[in-house]
């Protein structure tokens, strides 16, 4: 994984994290490569083919895919990232093969990253 650029703040209001991944099927049936966020609260990925957060490789393939981790600001105590540096880690998991990784990430959010304010409704 590369955390190829600085974070930014998308017009969602949540903290926008571009990742690239480098993917290769070895095996001689299709594969699916599945990604998860762990550590880090709020967090999801967004920009896979296909769903959300996996990636059907065909036999032989080899590619490289750039996807985001998205999260909110904290709001709270385990809701959202804190301004700065946050670790977390990326679960994959490869089927059939049943191969599962963690690989240790570090996400960024803007020193001046505050949540949003609510309205007067009480809404963000």
């Not at 590619?63 to 990232?81: C, L, S």
Request: negative net charge.
């Amino acid at each position: 994984m590369d955390a190829s650029t600085a974070a930014t703040v998308g017009t969602d209001g949540l903290i926008h994290n571009k990742f690239r991944i480098l993917a290769s099927n070895r095996g001689k049936s299709e594969a699916t490569l599945t990604l998860a966020v762990d550590g880090l609260p709020g967090a999801r990925i967004t920009g896979m083919v296909g769903s959300e957060n996996t990636l059907a490789l065909t036999p032989g393939e080899t590619t490289q895919r750039e996807f985001d981790v998205i999260a909110p600001v904290a709001v709270g105590v385990g809701q959202g990232v804190l301004p700065g540096v946050n670790r977390f880690r990326i679960l994959t998991h490869m089927v059939p093969a049943q191969r599962d990784a963690a690989l240790d990430e570090t996400f960024i959010a803007p020193m001046d990253s505050t949540p949003p304010k609510a309205t007067a409704d009480g809404k963000p």
